[in-house]
């Protein structure tokens, strides 16, 4: 048997919470998802002013981010022609995103979760993706 550290519903909430702060901060408002270690969805927002083509892509950057246990954006890097995952973008029914504003969320070392934010370019999404987290591990 295996012992599992996940996210629950509220650490969701401080982590939602963190990157809506920072959302408003930087004045882009945000589709912000947040995925368990498997990459399952616990909780998701739509700011006001959040777009809905970003719904999903939000939900499955934090999938990516939680369950390859990577930043999407080391996804688009390595998925360059000539690069090692090249052609990834299309594996899973193209749900494994290799834009920037997916990250996994670690505590002690494990990936409990992730977060996963669009709606912004790919700099502001990592950036209050960045700003979640950040709120959520200084919960801790």
Known sequence: MMTIKRLDIADAQKLIA??????VEIGV???IAITDESGNLVA?????????T????AID????????KKATHEYGDASQPGAPAYGIASAINGRLM???GGLPVIVDG?????IGISSGTPAQDVT???????AFLASL
């Open 18 to 23: 963190g990157a809506r702060d920072k959302a």
């Open 29 to 31: 408002p945000m589709c």
């Open 44 to 52: 998701f927002e739509r700011m006001d002013g959040g777009k809905v």
């Open 54 to 57: 970003s719904i999903t892509i």
């Open 61 to 68: 950057k934090s999938f990516t981010a939680s369950g390859a």
């Open 98 to 100: 290799v834009v920037g």
């Open 110 to 114: 494990e990936v409990v979760g992730g």
């Open 128 to 134: 209050v993706a960045q700003g979640g987290l950040d």
